[in-house]
């Protein structure tokens, strides 16, 4: 882990509320304290597997947050994620004490409980309300990632077999997830925790294949990086910062994989990262690394101009520095940098100036279509166990903002089933993102529905079997058909009752 993540052994709210410290204001830091008195309290019977004190879980996953620089309220809520769950305090109550926004990021991981593993089909259900609570706040996803990465860190007092299951879970879900969402830090965290519970050999071969070329390469890379600071100043172009980082582990994994276990083609084992100002310096310094050092070719790529799917954004180059040897550079401004590490989260990421980025115009339900596919396409054994529980879900949202999942191809007849009988037996049109569309229109993830509602009716047209797709919906036409032709039938034998006033 990245030294401002280390959780410390003794980890008190001292050492949260300095994390908090460097980021926020006073009021922030009650706000804090509220949170994990609150929770101190409510855990206080309740111990870890390790034995330890139940706090120090919360506390951790908050200080996760903490050292990520991320907005006080998630940091509270990631306090408070486990009380509704595990303790006699209810989430009104904590919505009384801490408002309707950590109350709703609490009761958001509440809805998800906590994973029990129990089988595959658990394993989708668990996987389909992840995607409907982060529809809804991604900032319950993103509390989500620290309470697993804090359990992938202890994970060392459970039974073997649970062990595994939770670290390839983390590998196969979460870490792509992070991924998509353009979390970099927290996807490697994800992956480098769960690495060595899950391929265990594989860990140990890789980490001293990493090590190896890491302190072949240690003087030499200091020798580049004075050697570039020193043309940059007299370029008169200005560093935000220079360092090199060392490839995560279980990424190196990968591209070994990929390139059959030959290291020598791995060229961004180390690769320097240098932050600047704003993009024309970014690639002036391109310029500048290629006059010092002759690129490879072929390897220099513009993810400024293009980025990458999930938003990433730098110049990539490849330079020989020495008799053959590569060194990968990393250009980026430091809004790129920030978006690199924290993706979405960068919205709730205050910077050493003390200012968080603007919301990012992101179409979620869009995203999570996508996310799905790849998260599916992760999970190994899937086919084989026939579950398509989860497969081809999309999600649209109610005119509120309230999230519905369906499966493909679900019309607004189904929307409408879905949320009351009376609502899908009376439904005589609907608007589809504002605009009139017939009811058999297939929906897509993202859209917003809202169902007109003809009062008068009474039974649905038999025209719907047609074209729903739930058996809910199918199921509820037959029997309001099924009924109104009953009822019809003993208007027509009985003799009409005189209305009695
Ligand atoms: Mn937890």
Not at 115 to 143: C, Q, S
Not at 146 to 161: G, M, Y
Not at 275 to 295: E, F, M, N, Q
Not at 350 to 376: C, M, T
């Amino acid at each position: 882990m990245p030294d401002r993540l280390k959780i410390p052994d003794n980890l008190s709210i001292n050492d949260l509320v300095e994390k908090v410290k460097k980021y926020s204001t006073h009021k922030d830091l009650d706000l804090i304290w509220l949170a994990y008195e609150t929770a101190k309290a409510a855990h206080a019977e309740q111990k870890r597997v390790s034995g330890a004190p139940y706090i120090i879980h919360p506390l951790a996953a908050a200080y996760i947050l903490a050292g990520m620089r991320l907005d006080v309220q998630l940091v509270a809520a990631a306090l408070l994620h486990d009380v509704p769950e595990d303790t006699n305090v209810t989430i009104e109550e904590i919505e009384k004490d801490f408002g309707k926004d950590i109350a709703g990021m609490v009761s958001g991981i509440t809805k998800l409980g906590k994973l029990k593993y129990r089988g595959m089909e658990r394993y989708m259900e668990n996987l389909r309300k992840m995607f409907v609570a982060m529809a809804e706040d991604v900032r319950v996803m993103i509390i989500k990632f620290a309470d697993r990465v804090h359990n992938l860190t202890t994970l060392s007092a459970l039974p073997e077999d649970k062990r595994y299951r939770i670290a390839l879970e983390s590998l196969e879900i979460y870490a792509p997830i992070a991924n998509r969402l353009g979390m970099g830090e927290f996807r490697g965290l994800l992956e480098d925790l769960s690495f060595p519970y899950v391929f265990p050999k594989e860990y140990q071969k890789v980490k001293e294949i990493q090590d190896r070329m890491f302190t072949e390469g240690e003087t030499l890379i200091e020798k580049i990086l004075t050697m570039l600071r020193k043309e940059l100043k007299e370029s008169q172009v200005k560093l935000i910062d220079l360092h090199g980082r060392r490839k995560q582990l279980y990424s190196f994994y990968q591209k070994l994989l990929r390139k059959g276990w030959d290291s020598d083609k791995v060229y961004d084992v180390i690769a320097l990262r240098v932050i600047l100002k704003d993009v024309s310096d970014c690639y002036a310094t391109l310029g500048i690394i290629h006059k010092l050092w002759r690129p490879l070719k072929g390897r220099i790529k513009d993810y400024i101009a293009q980025p990458k799917p999930n938003g990433y954004q730098s110049l990539h180059t490849t330079v020989f520095y020495d008799e053959g040897k590569i060194v990968e550079f990393q250009i980026r401004t430091q809004e790129m940098h920030n978006d690199a590490e924290f993706g979405v989260a960068a919205h709730w990421h205050y910077d050493e100036f003390g200012i968080k980025q603007p919301a990012k115009n992101i179409r979620w339900a869009e995203d999570l279509a996508a996310i799905q596919k790849e998260v599916l396409n992760n999970v190994g054994d899937l086919e084989q166990l026939k579950i398509d529980f989860f497969k081809n879900r999309i999600f649209v949202f109610t005119p509120k903002g309230d999230v519905i999942d369906l499966p493909e191809d679900a019309t607004p007849v189904d929307f409408a089933y879905h949320i009351h009988t009376e609502i899908g037996n009376r439904c005589s049109g609907v608007k589809i993102n504002d605009s009139l569309a017939s009811l058999s229109t297939p929906l897509k993830s993202g859209d917003v529905i809202e169902i007109i509602i003809d009062k008068n009716r009474k039974t649905p047209s038999q025209d719907w079997i047609k074209f729903v797709k739930t058996h809910l919906a199918r199921n509820h036409i037959k029997n309001a058909l099924k009924t109104a032709e009953h009822d019809s039938w003993l208007k027509f034998v009985l003799p009409k009752r005189k209305q009695r006033i």
